[in-house]
């Protein structure tokens, strides 16, 4: 009975459909919705900083970079989980709950949106709003980075050995759903941001933007559930980086001990961990040791790279995205890298790379990464270019302890207006010279002349505006006031006088929007239509005389406050396409020269490796985005090409000095010397190996997809 039921369960879990374990459908599944929900949510995510919590680009930038660092390092505690405790069945369940509880979490965050009882569109309590999106965030890092080493792998786990040719196909499917998942998210979320939803106010839905990604995890986990009882689990197997990590402290600590000079050198420092580890360890970790050496500089590109998701995306707000049959927003530019990376990695591989072997060019693996830096600093040089176009169309907006007023005069003499005791403007008519006054004057927080606010993200008053009017009996019609001031999300109008008024005002604002607005004026029975397209960028101001519905709303006067953003976020393309160019030449080929000079048993621990300096890269920008302070951004984007180039140059000198091995032929003739297996044994074996060349190009191949898999 024992025996029938143990056959049972093999064929159960041996499941096909045409020559693929069922299960890994599943799996593929599974692996799309969740990416769909990373990068959805990771799409809109800066934009959600900047024009939801109201923080400024430096905060907004920091708080990005150290959820992708996160999102990096958490990888490896996942790993330990899994090969240590869990195994990887229960850690991808136990993590994925953790994962679609954060995302949930995100979305609550932004419900404001649609309850908030303030008018202005701020949230009533920014510390909630704060501390509820951080929770959800860590949450996320802690699942997607959790579960990133387990998927694919226990997605291997379920073919058999004769299925070689079916394990290459499943991963690169694995990394084509990856690529879809990513593509299709950054193409939707920020559709879905876009449109309006509220009660008192009409603002960009967030919480719809943060809750289909949060869907999307909670069916990634239902499917993955769903296929349990299909699924071949594998117990843990024990970790092999907490074995490298053991070992290497070992050999610090026993050199530490025998630092006198009567013990005798040794060859490498490493060599004095042979007291109590195999010598076959402890020269798979010397191997290791010299790629990880030439990982120190890599940090520097991930910095360059991850900003795609960050200053990239708040430059794109400043551009206009009208392409005529379509609008693009700001953060739809994303889908530039994906739509790239699917065309140029076969192009490289298939042409580019052969075409320079063939000129009988060496074109090494860390040639070819230190050309990818230099095509990374070559995308912020010419980001550094689009923004210098752009900032000669942008406003000039004042300082931290200043505000900008407007005066928009519609009685028919010229006003002459006190700002201070000894400071006085004239402004003319608009009605004969339609034009308007902007001036600037200082925040002052003890007056007793208090004529509005501007709301800051603690929620208090930080803007305070003085006017005093030379004459106070001059019966105009109305004075109307605007306040504009970067790091307000909100274009706020101010009245004096209030009980002179007999007409009504309207404030029009749309800061990343391409679309033509219809408002309608009531007044009793009477009513009119009124309508504008409005420009990204562009904010308005529209005088409504009480004459407005005689006039059937022609009477109203259009003041444009800001002009609409001219330049054209096709400029970005180049910078895109250069960055993506870079990434093919490093990061593939990164992945693929570490696979080649890694042991067998030691391949997770360089995955590692890899993963850290991704993380480390985004660590970088948070310190210069709120330690540098740069005035200008193009400056700042300067700053990091340059940057970028001389550690280039020293990544090309330590691969000058780098000696390709083969690994596989030092831990042969270890076991020799050990005498670990015999000689006869070992030719037999590279026989069989010589035997099943063929499947062992497969599987290499298959290993290679995983490693980009695990990238993205």
């Known amino acids: 009975d024992e025996k029938m039921d143990e056959t049972k369960k093999t064929k159960k879990k041996t499941a096909e459909c045409c020559g693929y374990p069922i299960s890994i459908f599943f799996i593929v599944v599974n692996e799309f919705c969740e990416r769909f929900s990373y990068y959805g949510m990771r799409a809109v995510l800066v934009l959600y900083?900047?024009?939801?919590?109201?923080?400024?680009?430096?905060?907004?930038?920091?708080?990005y970079h150290a959820f992708v660092a996160l999102c990096y390092l958490t990888p490896i505690l996942g790993a330990i989980i899994a090969d240590s405790w869990l195994g990887k069945f229960k850690t991808i369940i136990y993590l994925s709950i953790?994962?679609?509880?954060?995302?949930?979490?995100?979305?609550?965050?932004?419900?404001h949106d649609i309850t908030d009882a303030n008018r202005d569109g701020t949230p009533d309590n920014f510390t909630f709003h704060i501390a509820l999106s951080m929770l959800g965030l860590v949450l996320i890092a802690l699942g997607t980075g959790g579960i990133k080493p387990c998927v694919a792998a226990f997605g291997g786990d379920q073919f058999q050995e004769h299925q070689s040719r079916q394990l290459n196909t499943f991963f690169s499917v694995f990394y084509l759903c990856i690529n879809a998942g990513s593509l299709l998210s950054t193409l939707i979320t920020p559709v879905l941001r876009a449109q309006e939803c509220g009660i008192h106010t009409q603002q960009q839905c967030y919480p719809l933007a943060f809750g289909v990604p949060a869907a999307l995890m909670v069916v990634s986990l239902v499917v993955f559930i769903s296929g349990s009882g299909?699924?071949?689990?594998?117990?843990?197997?024990?970790?092999?980086?907490?074995s490298v990590c053991k070992c290497i402290g070992f050999a610090i600590k026993n050199r530490f001990r025998h630092r006198s000079s009567r013990y005798p050198k040794r060859e490498h420092w490493m060599d004095w961990a042979d007291e109590k580890y195999d010598k076959l360890l402890i020269a798979q970790i010397k191997i290791v040791l010299k790629v990880l050496f030439l990982y120190i500089p890599l940090p520097m590109f991930w910095t360059l790279f991850d900003q795609k998701g960050s200053r990239w995306t708040l430059q794109a707000t400043t551009m206009t995205g009208d392409f005529g049959a379509f609008i693009l927003q700001p953060d739809q530019m994303q889908t530039v890298n994906p739509i790239l990376i699917l065309t140029l990695v076969p192009i490289m591989d298939r042409l580019i790379f052969p075409l320079i072997q063939k000129c009988g060019i060496n074109f090494s693996p860390l040639k070819r990464m230190t050309v990818g830096m230099l095509f990374a600093a070559m995308a912020f040089v010419s980001a550094a270019l689009v923004q210098i176009e752009i900032d000669k169309t942008l406003p000039n907006f004042p300082s931290s302890s200043e505000s900008q007023l407007k005066v928009v005069n519609i009685y028919n003499r010229t006003l002459n207006v006190t700002i201070s005791p000894n400071e006085h403007l004239l402004i003319d008519s608009f009605g004969v010279q339609h034009t308007?006054?902007?001036?600037?004057?200082?925040?002052?927080?003890?007056?007793?002349?208090?004529?509005?606010?501007c709301r800051t993200k603690n929620a208090q008053p930080k803007c305070i505006f003085l006017v005093h009017f030379s004459s106070r009996r001059i019966k105009a019609p109305y004075y109307l006031f605007s306040f504009l001031k970067m790091g307000c999300e909100y274009h706020f109008m101010l009245t004096l006088n209030p009980c002179l008024l007999e007409s009504w005002c309207l404030t029009a604002v749309l800061l990343v929007s391409l679309l033509r607005r219809d408002f309608v004026f009531r007044h009793g029975e009477q009513w009119c239509e009124f309508s504008r397209k409005f420009g990204?960028?562009?904010?308005?101001?529209?005088?409504?005389?009480?004459?407005v519905f005689s006039t059937d709303c022609a009477s109203i006067i259009e003041v444009e406050d800001m002009k609409p953003n001219s330049v054209h976020m096709a400029l970005q393309i180049p910078q895109y396409f250069l960055i993506t160019?870079?990434?093919?030449?490093?990061?593939?080929?990164?992945?693929?020269?570490?696979?080649?000079?890694?042991?067998?048993?030691?391949?997770?621990?360089?995955?590692?490796?890899?993963?850290?300096?991704?993380?480390v890269g985004n660590i970088i920008v948070l310190i210069v985005a709120e330690l540098g302070k740069l005035p200008k951004q193009w400056a700042e984007y300067v700053l990091f090409a340059s940057m970028l180039v001389a550690v280039s140059i020293v990544f090309s000198i330590m691969a000058y000095f780098y000696t390709y091995i083969d690994p596989a032929e030092i831990e042969a003739q270890i076991r020799k010397e050990q005498g670990l297996e015999p000689e006869e044994k070992e030719k037999e074996t590279l026989e069989?190996?010589?035997?099943?060349?063929?499947?062992?190009?497969?599987?290499?191949?298959?290993?290679?997809?995983?490693?980009?898999a695990h990238y993205k």
């Not at 160019?581 to 080649?596: A, D, I, N, P």
């Open 436 to 453: 308007f006054s902007y001036f600037t004057i200082p925040i002052n927080l003890n007056s007793s002349c208090f004529v509005g606010t």
């Open 49 to 63: 900083f900047r024009y939801f919590l109201l923080w400024d680009d430096d905060l907004a930038t920091s708080i």
């Open 230 to 242: 299909m699924y071949i689990k594998t117990d843990p197997e024990g970790n092999i980086m907490w």
């Open 688 to 708: 069989m190996e010589e035997k099943d060349e063929g499947q062992k190009n497969d599987q290499e191949k298959s290993h290679k997809a995983l490693q980009q």
């Open 98 to 111: 953790v994962y679609a509880i954060g995302q949930v979490t995100m979305a609550v965050s932004t419900i």
């Open 536 to 547: 990204f960028g562009a904010s308005y101001t529209f005088l409504i005389p009480s004459t």
């Open 581 to 615: 160019t870079g990434e093919v030449m490093f990061s593939v080929t990164g992945l693929q020269f570490s696979y080649s000079q890694a042991p067998k048993n030691m391949k997770s621990v360089l995955q590692a490796g890899w993963l850290c300096t991704n993380a």
